[in-house]
């Protein structure tokens, strides 16, 4: 339909309701049916920017984690190397001397890292609760445009605005 719809706006031009019943194809180009439409569909407009806001501040928050993950990463990987030096050491017999100021330092990193992670995780369990309600709000906004739309498009149909329109 929506191939057909674009091949009538060449003659229709802009501003038309294009919909079916019935099996059939109708349009309406009656201003006040069509502005009512774009009405009824601004609600859900504003919403979906309210989403995409959203969406931004969820961007940032995976760019956040994903700098916490390299940060994550280097330490692990300096674990590594302190444990492999350690190893080697004694592996070749010597008792090498616990450095305690390198595993502190290594450890209050990990704390560091840990809460922040924490408080990501805090951010992100935030903004999923609150796209959780926006799609609530998008669902019950879907059902009062569908609702609104079929009533025009049914008043249309009773008032004759609506006139067949040939595939």
Sequence with gaps: DLRVAKHHLRE?????????RGGKAYVVKDGKVVDAIEEALKPQEE???E???????QSRLGEQQSKLGE???A???RQAQV???RAQRELNGERPPRDRESEQELAETQRELSK???ALGREQQKMGREQQKLGDQQRE?????ERRVDELIAASLRDGTARPVQD
């Design 12 to 20: 229709l031009g802009p501003g038309y309701l294009w919909f079916r």
């Design 47 to 49: 919403l979906g920017e």
């Design 51 to 57: 989403q995409s806001r959203l969406g931004e501040q």
């Design 71 to 73: 940060r994550q990463s």
């Design 75 to 77: 330490l692990g990987a």
């Design 83 to 85: 444990a492999m030096r």
């Design 116 to 118: 922040a992670q924490q």
């Design 141 to 145: 906004l879907s059902r009062k445009v």
